[in-house]
């Protein structure tokens, strides 16, 4: 698979985890690829934290407003009834408890379930943002990325970059499979077709539970 079908494969697939009415986060980068695969059938409210609830997809080229963009930056649409305001009210509607899942990327998680998805020491970095934030306040956390970074793992034993949050995530979806962080380690729950379990062993610092019932990748 090329950089564009890892991308496409990881979205749809992380898509599939939205239910009817759900309060969703999209984090920067993949992550906001995902409203173009939602089902039809699904309808949800996007939550932005730079103030927006009831973001749209990605617009056509040409048609971006400069007044509309997510917290990466990037232009995004607003759907009807959506509602603007200050990253304070923002805030408090993640830490409060009220939406119901983020999808974010990563540059490490690890067996416990710690995320490191903000700088690499010596590097320049923006910040945080509001990660810290969506990872303890959002009610379900799911890591959409890609499964190495330049053939190195990124699912470790052992997170060795500054942590973002401990703890927290609850299942990470690659190009290679889906994987559920439990208090016993992480399960290996779908697999790509093009992978075996040993492929996607060896690119995974951490040891893989093979779920019993293992399935393709939907």
Known sequence: MDKNQIREVIARRAALEFKDGDVVNLGIGLPTLIPNYVPKNVKLTLQSENG?????PTPQAGKED??????GGGYITAESGA??????R??????????????????????NGDLANWMIPGKLTPGMGGAMDLLV?????ILAME????????ILKKCTLPLTAKGQVNLIITEMGVMEVTDK?????????????????EL???????????????
Do not use: Y
């Not at 380690?185 to 062993?201: A, C, D, N, S």
């Not at 893989?208 to 939907?218: A, E, G, N, R, Y």
């Open 52 to 56: 927006l609830l009831g973001m749209g």
């Open 90 to 111: 923002s805030f408090t509607i993640i830490r409060g408890g009220h939406v119901d899942l983020t999808v974010l990327g990563a540059m490490q998680v690890d067996e």
């Open 137 to 141: 306040g959002a009610k379900k956390v």
């Open 185 to 201: 380690g992480i399960v290996l729950k779908e697999i790509h077709p093009e992978f075996t379990v040993e492929q996607v062993q």
């Open 66 to 71: 400069e007044n509309l963009i997510n917290a």
């Open 83 to 88: 509602s603007s305001f200050d990253s304070s």
């Open 204 to 218: 995974t610092e951490a040891e893989l539970i093979i779920d019993s019932d293992l399935k393709p990748m939907k």
């Open 147 to 154: 499964h190495t970074a330049k053939g190195n793992p990124k």
